[in-house]
């Protein structure tokens, strides 16, 4: 969908605070950390879809039924995960610490955690870090990357995105290094609107934009059991057009879910895979997350390798139908593009191939000539850093 004002986008250091109606702070102590981001309105969610779901989005799928949002408390450290009981009244306590800091009703603060799984949370340390942190809730950049950095784990970076239109904005901020391969997003990520919009188009368009950003993201092939991304509305920017609001929010998760992909754990380059030419958008989004899945082609990206056939395997190996020798795959640098075959021929300058892998962002762009319909999805290459990291990551 196209928007039809003209949209800025941004990926700085204001961007939820950005929305009228939000403020937001964090606080980080070791590999403890706490959010806190007050906001009322119109809110929507979605989940992990893993068998093993941590307390807290147990918790939310029952709380954002209400359809309404005034606070959101989240967690780093702890995943409060496979917890049983103890850990879902755990959760519980979280929202209740949240509504009597900031005034609000515990059941409708949203509550988020990351982290170690197996774990109990530290509700003394989680009370005291949420009373002080609700005496800093302020709406400037400062205040808004405090809050991003308090949910970092393994991040090597805050991650934040503004989308601004005309008439209202979309803001968000985000975490997520490893254990990504989503089946919804595999992190965590606060979206913020301030456009007036009613509870089935927010849910909507908000499913619709995880489809095609944070589900279409890969770092290690693992899906977490605590993902999960909130998005409240506001209503301070009045009404809005619906398709308008849907293009926004969609390019607001896709900054995201691009930062997310190039601070994979261990990461040097963000790989980025756009299959065209396929019968449907969901077979193309299926072959560009085989390709960016791969670890030959994750390794291949990282040695700056150009072994393209990798690239073909796997999209043969996808479960969707195309002719092999009529397909065009080229790749590209950002700034300009080599191809290596065009409808079936060969013809790849290997040299000018790793040129292309010498950057920060290697891109594949892979044509199956069997439709019209095409998707992007993203990742990074595969590192000797990202075993060091989750070989000891509780140690």
Same mark, same amino acid.
């Given at each position: 969908?196209?928007?039809?004002?003209?949209?800025?986008?941004?990926?700085?250091?204001?961007?939820?605070?950005?929305?009228?109606? $939000?403020?937001?702070? =964090?606080?980080?102590?070791?590999?403890?950390?706490?959010?806190?981001?007050?906001?009322?309105?119109?809110?929507?969610?979605?989940?992990?879809?893993?068998?093993?779901?941590?307390?807290?989005?147990?918790?939310?799928?029952?709380?954002?039924?209400?359809?309404?949002?005034?606070?959101?408390?989240?967690?780093?450290?702890?995943?409060?995960?496979?917890?049983?009981?103890?850990?879902?009244?755990?959760?519980?306590?979280?929202?209740?610490?949240?509504?009597?800091?900031?005034?609000?009703?515990?059941?409708?603060? =949203?509550?988020?955690?990351?982290?170690?799984?197996?774990?109990? *949370?530290?509700?003394? *340390? $989680?009370?005291?870090?949420?009373?002080?942190?609700?005496?800093?809730?302020?709406?400037?950049?400062?205040?808004?990357?405090?809050?991003?950095?308090?949910?970092?784990?393994?991040?090597?970076?805050?991650?934040?995105?503004? $989308?601004?239109?005309? !008439?209202?904005? #979309?803001?968000?901020?985000?975490? =997520?290094?490893?254990?990504?391969?989503?089946?919804?997003?595999?992190?965590?990520?606060?979206?913020?609107?301030?456009?007036?919009?009613?509870?089935?188009?927010?849910?909507?368009?908000?499913? *619709?934009?995880?489809?095609?950003?944070?589900?279409?993201?890969?770092?290690?092939?693992?899906?977490?059991?605590?993902?999960?991304?909130?998005? !409240?509305?506001?209503?301070?920017?009045?009404?809005?057009?619906?398709?308008?609001?849907?293009?926004?929010?969609?390019?607001?998760?896709?900054?995201?879910?691009?930062?997310?992909?190039?601070?994979?754990?261990?990461?040097?380059?963000?790989?980025?895979? !756009?299959?065209?030419?396929?019968?449907?958008?969901?077979?193309?989004?299926? $072959?560009?997350?085989?390709?960016?899945?791969?670890?030959?082609?994750?390794?291949?990206?990282?040695?700056?390798?150009?072994?393209?056939?990798?690239?073909?395997?796997?999209?043969?190996?996808?479960? #969707?139908?195309?002719?092999?020798?009529?397909?065009?795959?080229?790749?590209?640098?950002?700034?300009?593009?080599?191809?290596?075959?065009?409808?079936?021929?060969?013809?790849?300058?290997?040299?000018?191939?790793?040129?292309?892998?010498?950057?920060?962002?290697?891109?594949?762009?892979?044509?199956?000539?069997?439709?019209?319909?095409?998707?992007?999805?993203?990742?990074?290459?595969?590192?000797?850093?990202?075993?060091?990291?989750? =070989?000891?990551? !509780?140690?």
């Amino acid at each position: 969908m196209k928007t039809k004002t003209k949209a800025k986008t941004k990926t700085g250091t204001k961007s939820i605070c950005a929305v009228k109606g $939000v403020t937001a702070s =964090g606080m980080k102590e070791g590999k403890y950390g706490l959010a806190l981001i007050k906001a009322s309105g119109t809110a929507a969610g979605v989940f992990t879809e893993n068998l093993v779901k941590a307390a807290p989005i147990e918790l939310m799928r029952k709380q954002i039924r209400r359809g309404r949002l005034d606070a959101i408390i989240a967690n780093s450290g702890c995943a409060n995960a496979y917890t049983g009981q103890r850990g879902y009244e755990d959760a519980i306590a979280m929202t209740e610490f949240a509504g009597s800091a900031l005034g609000v009703d515990a059941r409708c603060v =949203g509550v988020a955690s990351t982290g170690v799984i197996g774990r109990y *949370l530290d509700l003394p *340390l $989680v009370r005291r870090q949420c009373a002080e942190t609700a005496l800093k809730l302020e709406r400037s950049p400062a205040a808004e990357d405090l809050a991003a950095q308090a949910i970092m784990t393994t991040d090597t970076f805050p991650k934040h995105a503004l $989308v601004e239109t005309e !008439t209202f904005s #979309v803001g968000g901020i985000a975490k =997520g290094s490893g254990m990504i391969a989503p089946m919804m997003g595999t992190m965590i990520a606060f979206l913020y609107t301030d456009a007036e919009i009613g509870e089935k188009l927010l849910a909507g368009s908000l499913k *619709l934009a995880t489809r095609r950003t944070f589900n279409r993201v890969v770092v290690d092939g693992d899906t977490s059991t605590n993902d999960i991304a909130l998005c !409240t509305a506001t209503g301070e920017a009045g009404k809005i057009n619906a398709n308008e609001f849907s293009a926004a929010i969609e390019e607001c998760c896709r900054l995201l879910a691009r930062q997310i992909a190039a601070d994979g754990e261990g990461a040097t380059k963000l790989l980025e895979v !756009t299959v065209k030419g396929a019968p449907r958008e969901d077979a193309a989004a299926k $072959v560009a997350r085989v390709i960016i899945e791969s670890p030959l082609v994750k390794t291949a990206v990282y040695g700056e390798d150009p072994n393209w056939g990798r690239v073909v395997a796997a999209a043969g190996r996808a479960g #969707v139908k195309f002719d092999p020798s009529a397909i065009s795959l080229s790749i590209s640098d950002g700034t300009t593009r080599y191809p290596l075959v065009i409808v079936g021929e060969i013809c790849a300058d290997l040299k000018k191939a790793k040129e292309a892998m010498h950057g920060k962002r290697v891109i594949f762009e892979l044509d199956l000539a069997s439709g019209d319909a095409e998707a992007t999805a993203w990742g990074c290459d595969l590192t000797e850093r990202y075993v060091e990291i989750n =070989g000891r990551y !509780t140690t």
